[in-house]
């Protein structure tokens, strides 16, 4: 069976492709942000971590969304 809208089919590609792009994005910023809490001094080490958290809480809703379009092109 062929799309019979290619236009819908059009945007849910680029939709996937964005959240890929922000999937990247939010692991690339885990890494800096570890970078971050390994190099940080005793003072600012607390802050260091809860902002290495928060990048990794990002980067699980950005995978999740890469699913969720993964999920519906599956079905």
Do not use: C
Not at 5 to 10: K, P, R, V, W
Not at 53 to 65: I, K, M, Q, S, T
């Amino acid at each position: 069976m062929f799309p019979n809208n290619l236009t819908t089919l059009s945007f849910a590609n680029r939709g996937h492709d964005e959240a890929l792009d922000v999937w990247r994005a939010a692991a690339d910023l885990v890494s800096i942000r570890w970078q971050t809490f390994l190099e940080s001094e005793a003072e600012s080490r607390r802050w260091a971590f809860a902002s290495y958290v928060a990048a990794l809480d990002a980067e699980e809703a950005a995978a999740a969304d890469v699913e969720g379009f993964n999920m519906r092109k599956a079905a």
